[in-house]
Every structure is written in structure tokens, then in C-alpha cells.
């Protein structure tokens, strides 16, 4: 059973990069079809698709975060991550790493990832 562990800093001062691991276990992901993806909920908010790797080193990222985030991965270790830049309070969420057969980007619910983890929560805040 595939099983997916996101960790981060939790509190994060504006301005600053944010760096989280999503580190994978029980299987991997080394097929171009195959995606690692980071997804994030702000409070009273729906799931925001953020940036996604395949298997084929491919990345993705939502048009709106593009020019701050970035999305990388070591298949050494079975872990990717995410790096989000000049943070603001507006990223104050859970952010949680998925796993998935295809590109999701405008995601209803987790349960249209094959994989799913338990999320990290991270608060932007001096």
C-alpha cells in the first residue's frame, strides 16, 4: 500500500520560501502517466491544484503560482518537494501531496488521487 507523508516548518514568516517533503512509501513513481502533486485547502476554501511531477521529470504548475513555486523530486530517497517563495498570508493552508494515474489540476476532492496524504498544516504568520 502506497502511503504518502507530508512535512513542513508549520509556521512560516511572510516574505520567506517555504519548503516542504512529501516523502513516499510502498511503491513509486517512474511512468510518464504517473504524478506526484502537491494540492492545498485554505480555511473555507476548495482544494487548489499547486504543482505536479511525473514520473518522466515532467512538472506542472497552476498559472497563478508559477513564478513561485517549484516542484522537485528524488527518486533516491521516494521523496519530492515544494518550494513556494515571498509567502503571504494568503498561504496559510494544509497542503497535502497526492499521488495520481494522469494530471489532476482542478481536483473536487482527494479521492480522485490514487494516493493520498495526511497533510501538513502551514501557517504564514510574523
Known amino acids: 500500500q502506497v502511503q504518502l507523508q507530508a512535512s513542513g516548518p508549520g509556521l512560516v514568516t511572510p516574505s520567506e520560501t517555504l519548503s516542504l517533503t512529501c516523502t513516499v512509501s510502498?511503491?513509486?513513481?517512474?511512468?510518464?502517466?504517473?504524478?506526484w502533486s502537491w494540492v492545498r485547502q485554505s480555511p473555507g476554501k476548495d482544494l487548489q491544484w499547486i504543482a505536479s511531477i511525473s514520473g518522466s521529470d515532467e512538472t506542472h504548475y497552476t498559472p497563478r503560482l508559477k513564478d513561485r513555486t517549484s516542484i522537485s523530486k528524488d527518486p533516491t530517497k521516494n521523496q519530492f518537494t515544494l518550494q513556494l517563495s515571498s509567502v503571504t498570508p494568503e498561504d496559510t493552508a494544509v497542503y497535502y501531496c497526492a499521488q495520481s494515474i494522469g494530471l489532476i489540476t482542478l481536483p473536487s476532492n482527494s479521492q480522485e488521487y490514487d494516493y493520498w496524504g495526511q497533510g501538513t498544516q502551514v501557517t504564514v504568520s510574523s
Open positions: 510502498g511503491g513509486s513513481c517512474t511512468t510518464s502517466y504517473c504524478y
